[in-house]
């Protein structure tokens, strides 16, 4: 933001004494929020159907050439231009001293493009790689276009202009040309996705391959650029120039987040797109006229955050749930694995564990075993006799020797088809045991030739162990259960 | 002679980039229906070469002919493997979706892949046996997967000649035979294949004919002919203990 601080100031300083105009609409609204929030939703007068109409569109419109400008890395691209075609809108103004939308449409457009090029010809005749060159386009363009600002609001009449509606975006000011403009830009952005969105596709994933195609891919990029020209310089009026770039960049890249196929990402970035221009012209009206592009980039914000948290396979929230959620079954698991360990030590011969040899066996306090074993009675894994010593439920004690069978026959693998040395793979097994699948458990045994003892002499427990329970598992197998005793 | 017969052909190719030349005047005339290596040292120029062949990259002189006929005229002819770092793995994008990109090359602008290229696109990924991962995103594959994607591509292609970039660059070793017994394949099909290798030891085994390059055309000819010390001195420069050692190691397997 340090960067912006200069024209930001300016910025504001153009907009204080404007402050005191207030437009049109406010002047016939009612007073309170609800009485504006009602005249917002029964859409009474024309500017303001002119204003949501306007903003629905344009978030259309940012919302598909955002997608593109995203995926194909060209974020920035987006943020230069839009500040770029400032210029321009000045230029256009001055044309004939009106806020002629097909003037303005013209000169913005232009100064686009000659920003777009000013990039590409620092990028192909100087060293300079593509960052620097927007950076240098971004800056000096939104310069001159803001002293040709300064100079209209000195201008006999200047202040009255309205220009300063085009920095931070004012749907209210939105007049039937300009929605007239919006749909047509989003009718022509919806159909070249529409048409070409094959090659659209490709050209962005993979450029050379396209190529050798013989797609001609140069064309479609500046098409696409022109398409983004455009966009911005009809979705000026109604979000600004200073965050016109944030409704291309957000939606689509919270979109990025939620889905991985592009058409996908191209409606759900729409979606979010237009969802954010009703959003931010709302708040803007009900909040008596305040500049609908800042309301706009919050919605849209807002969203994005919502998807960074909760997006079902990418979320940050949704990923901590499922890491929480396998941390707290690896703690079970561990408290089974313990629990069996004790019965082991005890030959089998009783069912219940004491709570004393668990901790023991756990390196944890009793305070903190106690917790674990009624976490596990929680899950139906034990029962926990009135002395408060668990037993494993037959749940239990089949998960407990998977485990132990897990950990066992990595061991084993370990140290004999790895050759690594027995007191090197205890670690290892104890993050192993817990991912094993069901395949690869019987490829382990095949490998292993089923042999039922681990490189420490401790027995693997086997199937018929698990079906059996710990009952007849003590009176009948013990000692040299799962299998003949070598 | 027939057209048909030279899938390829190259005269006096010159590239440069930044004006510093990185081919001088490859000379070179492939013939139909052979398995061939384009081998030589890091920067050698044997991406720079397949890319010039394709017009990615403009020559500063000479021409290139594909079945006699310019790139651009026959290049519905030509299947192409890029290097896998070309392009972005997290894009979202399916392995069938790439796969059917393929198939773009025989489709008008604005033309939809119909159900024929789908079915099309199903075979490709069941020879390269990927079928099983239709529906991924094509970040979540191991290196020797998302090989086989662009192999099963460039098959969509349904191409005569075919152009791949270190198709075996970060590929394990069955996925590396798998890949040479589908190039063997297709050879037998009377394609024409060339293929960017890096791996000295496997490339006589590998390869009918070799290209040799390095910034020049060292040597073109059945890969028994190439592989002689002094070619393979020539074409890997002054390092030659590593050279020596290598052309031992081949010797003692052949």
Known sequence: MRRYAPFLLIAAMLLVPEMAHAARISELSESSLGGRALRFFTFQDASLRNALLGSMLL?????????????????????????????????????????????????????????????????????????????????????????????????????????????????????????????????????????LYKEYALTSFDPGFARTLGLPVSILHYSLMLLLAFAIVSSLQAVGVVLVSAMLVVPAAAAFLLTDRLAWMLVISALFGMASGALGAFFSFVGRNMPTGPFMVLSASSIFALALFFAPRHGVVTRWWRRRSQSARIRRENTLKAIYRVLEDHGFRTEQVSLAELAQQRRVTLEEATKEVAELKRTALVTISPSGEPALTPQGWQRACEIVRNHRLWELYLTHAAHIAADHVHEDAEKIEHVLGENTVRQLERRLNYANRDPHGRLIPGIEDIRAGTATMCATRVPGYGGAEP | MNPEDTPLEVHDLTVAYHRKPVLYGIDVTVPRGQLIGIIGPNGAGKSTFIKAVMGLLPPASGWVKIFGQPYKTNCHRVGYVPQRESVDWDFPVSVMDVVLMGRYGHLKLAQRPSKKDREIARECLEKVKMLPFANRQIGNLSGGQQQRVFLARALAQESDLYLMDEPFAGVDAATEAAIISLLRELKSRGKTLLVVHHDLATAREYFDSLMLLNMRLVGFGPASEMFTAEKLQTTYGGRLTILSDVVQAVGNQA
Not at chain 1, 77 to 90: E, K, N, W
Request: net charge positive.
């Open chain 1, 59 to 195: 978030g259309i419109c940012c919302g598909l050439t955002g997608a593109f400008l995203v995926v194909r890395k060209l974020a920035l691209m987006g943020d230069a231009l839009s500040h770029a075609v400032l210029p321009g809108v000045a230029l256009g103004f001055l044309w004939n001293m009106t806020k002629d939308p097909l003037a303005i449409f013209v000169g913005a457009t232009l100064a686009g493009l000659l920003g777009a090029g000013t990039v590409q010809l620092l990028r192909s005749t100087t060293r300079h790689k593509e960052d620097a060159a927007l950076g240098f386009v971004l800056a000096s363009f939104f310069g001159v276009g803001i002293c040709l600002f300064t100079r209209i609001q000195n201008l006999p009449g200047g202040n009255k202009s309205g220009l300063d509606k085009y920095m931070f975006g004012q749907a209210a000011a939105l007049g039937q040309g300009d929605v007239m403009l919006l749909a047509v830009v989003t009718a022509l952005a919806l159909g070249l996705v529409l048409v």
